[in-house]
């Protein structure tokens, strides 16, 4: 077995968000998330049946959670558990530079 970097194969370009299962089980997922100037299309909300903690690992991106009218900026390090059920967002992604998120979900 040898190891995969999480920054290992990003393309230069890409239109929409890249989601990938590294792991998957009947209660877990984690999924590598490319971004690069993306964001949820307007008047749609993610509203999900598992939590999900979430970490910024390179770029920048900013989240709006429903109900709220600050948009939270991340930056490389930044990270969140977001509860199931939580509506929320992606307002606007780098477009200067690819955005590598890592997400796990659980229950």
């Given amino acids: 077995m040898k ?10 370009v890409f239109e929409k968000e890249i989601f990938e299962t590294l792991a998957k089980s ?26 999900e903690w979430v970490i910024l ?15 939270i900026e991340l930056s490389p390090g930044d990270y969140l558990n977001i509860p199931a059920h939580r509506r929320h967002r992606v307002e606007w992604t780098d477009s200067q530079q690819p955005t590598v998120w890592l997400a796990i979900h659980y229950k």
């Fill in 3 to 12: 190891p995969v970097n999480l920054f290992a194969d990003i393309p230069k």
């Fill in 26 to 51: 009947p209660n877990l997922k984690i999924e590598r998330i490319l971004s690069q100037g993306q964001a949820t299309p307007p008047g749609q909300w993610y509203d999900q049946d598992w939590n």
């Fill in 57 to 71: 690992l390179k770029g920048r991106a900013g989240l709006l959670f429903d109900g709220e009218t600050n948009i």
